[in-house]
């Protein structure tokens, strides 16, 4: 059980991240590689990468070098994941380039005492090692994150906008609350299941919440509590396809006609079933049969916020919408007096 601790002050300066964070992305989808739970949320992923990783040959460096690094075990080096990374994988990787040796000595033998850590691991406190660790993290990345990033960015602008209205409706303690089946928010203590059990004074601090694609099950934070409080946590799923799956176009063919192009714009800065219903005139049933339809096109994003389904645009809707905006507007007549 992990218990973290907030005091007033922890609340104001908790935040949500806008975009995924690379590192901790990569990180949390080589658990999956190695893990066969919640396999059926990534099936397709799965598929494609293993034949993506043979294909460029990557199939040994991922094994020699990069599994052991982040085995299925309850601790892996804080510094392969620098929250500097949050400006971009170039970032995240020169901040790894540059982690102090005596760092990295020390996290190589918490993941030995952890569960083991390769013999050769004590070498990435040299700069040649560390830096053919980075130049495979950079090919992983291109291979098996990159490709989804419009896919994983749609799911935390959904996420962020369940977040915002909590808020909206509960305050600055909303956004901790249902963030999971296994966290239990009582103020002014945010409780989740933990592979070990621990107590995380944020003594004003505040968190930084990561909303994650391959994180599966509990969340997970630095080892080190004297860095920045972060905590890594599950993106909700469902049975979806991911992008470059949705098929031969078909579904796009239903999008035609008034009703869903007034849902998808209704959509833009996120709306219930409802909200969607009254701004197309139309049912809530209605409403909730066209959202479907839009998101089956990879259109829309649907995350349930307390009793409401909110809906928001992909990647792919917005640009929709934008290629549908106006290209020329003529400017009003001035006006002479």
Not at 39 to 55: E, I, K, M, P, T
Not at 140 to 155: F, K
Not at 213 to 223: A, E, L, R, T
Not at 242 to 262: I, M
Request: charged share 25%; hydrophobic share 45%.
């Amino acid at each position: 059980m992990l218990r973290i601790h907030f005091t007033d002050a922890d609340l104001v300066r908790t935040r949500i991240a806008s975009a995924p964070h690379p590192l901790w992305e990569i990180c949390a989808s080589l658990y999956r590689l190695q893990s066969r739970r919640g396999r059926w949320a990534y099936a397709d992923w799965h598929r494609a990468v293993r034949s993506r990783l043979h294909s460029a040959g990557f199939g040994r460096t991922l094994r020699a070098l990069l599994l052991p690094l982040v085995p299925r075990a309850t601790y892996f080096p804080d510094f392969l994941t620098p929250p500097e990374a949050a400006q971009g994988l170039d970032a995240g990787l020169e901040a790894i380039l540059a982690t102090p040796r005596q760092r990295i000595l020390d996290e190589v033998d918490m993941l030995d005492r952890a569960g083991g850590a390769p013999a050769w691991a004590p070498r990435l406190a040299d700069t040649d090692l560390r830096a053919e660790l980075v130049q495979a993290i950079r090919a992983y990345y291109d291979l098996a994150i990159a490709p989804y990033g419009d896919r994983v960015q749609a799911r935390i602008d959904a996420e962020r906008s369940v977040r915002a209205r909590a808020v909206l409706d509960h305050g600055a303690e909303g956004v901790l609350q249902n963030l999971g089946p296994t966290f239990e928010w009582r103020r002014p203590v945010l409780r989740t299941a933990y592979p070990e059990d621990r107590d995380f004074p944020l003594d004003g601090r505040g968190l930084q919440l990561i909303p994650s694609y391959f994180c599966w099950g509990s969340p997970v934070s630095y080892g080190d509590s004297a860095l920045e409080p972060v905590l890594l946590y599950a993106l909700h799923h469902e049975p979806a396809k991911l992008p470059g799956d949705f098929g031969s176009g078909a579904p796009l063919a239903a999008l035609l006609g008034r009703t869903r192009a007034a849902v998808l714009r209704s959509a833009a800065l996120g709306a219930t079933t409802g909200e969607l219903a009254r701004a197309a005139g139309v049912s809530a049933p209605s409403a909730s049969r066209h959202s479907a339809a839009l998101r089956d096109a990879g259109l829309l994003v649907s995350r349930r916020h307390a009793e409401s389904v909110l809906h928001t645009l992909t990647p792919l809707g917005a640009a929709l919408l934008r290629a549908d905006a106006p290209k020329n507007r003529t400017a009003p007549p001035e006006i002479h007096r």
